[in-house]
């Protein structure tokens, strides 16, 4: 099992630009997760998906969209990045009776 | 207020002690606590979970947790050198769907 895979792994742009970052797990959990993680900020929420065909904003969803294709993939959306989303950028999924998460590697994201 | 809090450190321990790194909470219906290490340039791993009063233990890991004073700690065995690592405390949000809420973290360095 490759568990939380996240695509691309590193990424710059420049401001107004869009990007779509991706992420699938096979661990068939229901529940999926994109934070953002800043120096002394710790992991901030940007949007969640609690089941398939659901999505809800987290603590810092502005500037982004996110989609749940299907049980396995969740991607999020900048339409116009702004240098203040240069950020690391960790998906995550949870299930089981306590629904621990488990992390994505990250994609580290500049934005000039 | 901050929902959950940690030292931010560095905890400096030498290798062999025992290093013990502590979260508290504010939210008194947390049913679920979480511990995180994070490397330099990595994504968080999930290392331990407690969802009762008193200790579990995993190897070298004992997590401690008393919802009367609402604090969770990690105790770590034996450090070594490669548990230099950030923990990251986790606590279950109580609010509806089971969102985390994520501690800043505590750097620990374990010297040789």
């Known amino acids: 099992n490759a568990g939380v895979t996240q695509t691309p792994k590193f990424q710059v742009l420049k401001t107004g630009q869009s990007m779509t970052l991706q992420c699938a797990q096979d661990?068939?959990?229901?529940?999926m997760y994109w934070y953002r993680q800043d120096p002394g900020m710790g992991l901030r929420l940007i949007y969640y998906?609690?089941?398939?065909?659901?999505?809800d904003k987290g603590e810092v969803p502005n500037g982004y969209n996110v989609s749940r294709l299907n049980k396995r993939e969740f991607s999020l959306r900048l339409e116009s990045a702004a240098p203040s989303q240069t950020s690391v950028y960790f998906c995550?999924?949870?299930?089981?009776?306590?629904?621990?998460?488990?992390f994505g590697p990250g994609t580290r994201l500049t934005v000039l | 207020q901050k929902e959950v809090e940690q030292n931010s450190g560095p905890l400096s321990v030498p290798e062999g002690a025992i290093a013990s790194l502590n979260c508290t909470y504010s939210?008194?219906?947390?049913?679920?606590f979480f511990w995180y290490r994070q490397y330099s340039g990595k994504s968080p791993e999930l290392i331990m979970s407690?969802?009762?009063?008193g200790d579990k233990e995993d190897g070298r890991f004992t997590a401690q947790l008393n919802k009367a004073s609402q604090y969770v700690s990690l105790l770590i065995r034996d450090s070594q050198p490669s548990d230099s690592a950030t923990y990251l405390c986790?606590?279950?949000?109580?609010?509806?769907?089971?969102?985390?809420?994520f501690g800043t973290g505590t750097r620990l360095l374990v010297s040789p």
């Open positions: 995550a999924s949870s299930g089981g009776p306590y629904n621990e998460q488990f």
């Open positions: 661990m068939n959990h229901n529940s």
């Open positions: 998906s609690a089941s398939e065909g659901t999505t």
């Open positions: 939210d008194r219906g947390s049913q679920s």
């Open positions: 407690i969802y009762s009063n």
């Open positions: 986790a606590v279950n949000g109580n609010t509806g769907f089971q969102k985390l809420v």
